[in-house]
């Protein structure tokens, strides 16, 4: 079996996998040249060490190293939200990564600074839902499907992605706050292209 055909054996049984269980799952439609094989999920309830609800998002890269997995960056915030607006706070920030990862990967610069603006558009979204609601990384790891559970993982380029986003909600809520945003803005979106950097390259 060709590695191609191995990554999309792989696609198909994750896909199939998460059909099964009672995630979330979206998956944006990525550049026709891109692996889309890289998953990031957020856990949006659970009870306990028990997730009863995830949404999962595909992340555009060149390539994706198996095992690909379904990893999960886990942000808390410190007042505690209604879960429907942590589920639309997470869905902005999964739309707004897939976005970076679909400029990057975009050979058109007016398709790409499309795509760069619907991130900066998703994240601001966040931003304003969670208001000055301040919003630590929890976690990181694998997304346990099955168990529904978080694995915890120490690998330095997630951890690193998981700050990343940390200081990006940051950064877009000084911005959603602020008369003049535009500088706020650059840098959240410097530390939401980092995040996803560590992602596609696991470095």
């Known amino acids: ?13 994750l896909a199939a996998a998460l059909g099964l269980f009672t995630a979330t799952v979206a998956v944006p439609a990525a550049p026709a040249q891109a ?10 309830d659970s009870d306990g060490p028990i997730v009863t609800e995830w949404y999962c998002v595909d992340i555009p ?3 994706c190293e198996a095992p690909c997995g379904l990893f999960t960056i886990d942000p808390h915030e410190e007042i505690v939200i209604p879960v429907d607006l942590r589920r639309e706070y997470l869905t902005d920030i999964a739309a707004g990564l897939n976005q970076i990862g679909v400029a990057t990967l975009e050979r058109d610069p007016a398709r790409a600074q499309r795509a760069l603006d619907a991130a900066q558009a998703s994240f601001l979204a966040a931003a304003r ?6 919003v630590s990384i929890e976690q990181v790891g ?10 915890p993982l120490t690998d330095s380029w997630l951890e690193a ?4 986003v940390g200081n990006g909600i940051w950064w877009m809520q000084r911005a959603a706050a602020s008369p003049s945003p535009q500088p706020w803005i650059r840098n959240g979106m410097q530390a939401f292209t980092s995040a996803y950097q560590h992602l596609a390259t696991r470095r």
């Open 161 to 164: 992605a998981g700050t990343d």
């Open 61 to 63: 890269v060149w390539w």
């Open 142 to 151: 694998l997304a346990d499907l099955r168990a529904n559970r978080i694995v």
């Open 1 to 13: 079996m060709t590695s191609r055909r191995a990554r999309a054996l792989v696609g198909l049984l």
């Open 35 to 44: 692996d889309a094989g890289f998953h990031l999920c957020f856990p949006v």
């Open 129 to 134: 839902i969670l208001g000055d609601n301040p």
